[in-house]
Nanobody, 112 residues
Framework: QVQLVESGGGLVQVGGSLRLSCAAS????????MAWYRRAPGKERELVARNSWSGSNTYADSVKGRFTISRDNAKNTVYLQMNSLKPEDTAIYYCNQAGIYWGQGTQVTVSS
């Protein structure tokens, strides 16, 4: 059974940084695409960043140059480093595996 557990969210001021972690269990992530999504209040869920198993990354235009997705296959964990945070980054951030499995989400709030 696949489980994804996000952590690292919290309250941060504008311009600050956070690093989200997604610990996966039940299936090795080394050959699986992983991604981060977010849902802001009153908005649809959107893709933030995707990391393919071969190592290529895709980012939403709104986070390019500020966010970095990475993985540690040995730890079965995916990360999202978020820098230069803006109020519009406030959302619940979700980890996704293979387009199928979802974590419970972690809240990120950026205060101005």
């Amino acid at each position: 059974q696949v489980q994804l557990v996000e952590s690292g969210g919290g309250l941060v001021q504008v311009g600050g940084s956070l690093r989200l972690s997604c610990a996966a269990s039940g299936r090795p992530i080394s050959t699986i695409g992983m991604a981060w999504y977010r849902r802001a209040p009153g908005k649809e869920r959107e893709l933030v960043a995707r990391n393919s198993w071969s190592g290529s990354n895709t980012y939403a235009d709104s986070v390019k140059g500020r966010f970095t997705i990475s993985r540690d296959n040995a730890k079965n964990t995916v990360y999202l480093q978020m820098n230069s945070l803006k109020p519009e980054d406030t959302a619940i951030y979700y980890c996704n595996q293979a387009g199928i499995y979802w974590g419970q989400g972690t809240q990120v709030t950026v205060s101005s």
